[in-house]
């Protein structure tokens, strides 16, 4: 099935700093999603992209999706404490997740 | 109040016996699905099912069983052949297998097998 890659896979960052996750697959995509899942917790749905091209905002967060639908991104403004958690990258047939990039943030 | 419920939310068990992780929904949802995560590590599908009766192999099934009698429940059992068991058990569901449809998933189960 289609697998993502996602990097980087740890990010440390200060409150306040940005942060960005990128997801690539060596094949086309007709969607990708996204999830967050929080320390000790289960996955949560985020967002879902589908055409090419596609940018998508949630208050701090931007998600993007290539030209090529091979890539996608997660960008967060000024992350805050609440952010802290694992972001993933799911492509369409949920085979693999991404491997999920992992953010702590120093207060 | 709807949702997918996983139980028991800590497991423990002893090497060589088999272990029932439950997975029930009230969601309507077609589609269930079993995921292995490992510290650190993205999630691994076990098992799915696209409907009542039925269920294909993910890409690390050996060692684990599912059955899906009814739409609401998609138990999953790991079997002694599973040589590495000790993991964090998240099961998930959504409308159908269509790829965009968003996947719900239950708070897991933490097994240790000592």
């Known amino acids: 099935g289609q697998q993502v890659m996602q990097i980087p896979q740890y990010q440390h960052v200060q409150e306040g700093e940005d942060f960005t996750t990128y997801c690539n697959s060596s094949?086309?995509?007709?969607?990708i999603q996204w999830y967050k899942q929080r320390p000790g917790g289960h996955p949560v749905f985020l967002i879902q992209l589908v055409k090419s091209g596609e940018v998508k905002k949630q208050k701090r967060l931007t998600f993007q999706f290539g030209e090529a639908k091979k890539n996608s991104s997660l960008h967060i403004t000024a992350t805050q404490t609440t952010d802290v958690g694992t972001y993933f990258c799911?492509?369409?047939?949920?085979?693999?997740f991404g491997q999920g990039t992992r953010l702590t943030i120093n207060p | 109040d709807g949702g997918i419920t996983q139980s028991p939310k800590y497991l423990f068990r002893k090497e060589g016996q088999n272990v029932t992780l439950s997975c029930e929904q009230n969601?309507?949802?077609?589609?269930m699905y079993w995921y292995r995560q490992d510290p650190g590590q993205g999630l691994r599908l076990i098992y799915y099912?696209?409907?009542?009766?039925?269920?294909q192999k993910g890409d690390i099934a050996e060692g684990y069983s599912v059955s899906r009698e009814k739409k609401e429940s998609f138990p999953l059992t790991v079997t002694s052949a599973q040589k590495n068991p000790t993991a964090f058990y998240l099961c998930a569901s959504s409308l159908t297998e269509t790829s965009t449809d968003t996947q719900y998933f239950g708070p897991g189960t933490r097994l240790t097998v000592l």
């Open positions: 099912s696209q409907i009542v009766n039925d269920f």
């Open positions: 969601l309507n949802h077609d589609a």
């Open positions: 094949t086309t995509l007709s969607n």
């Open positions: 799911a492509p369409p047939q949920k085979l693999v």
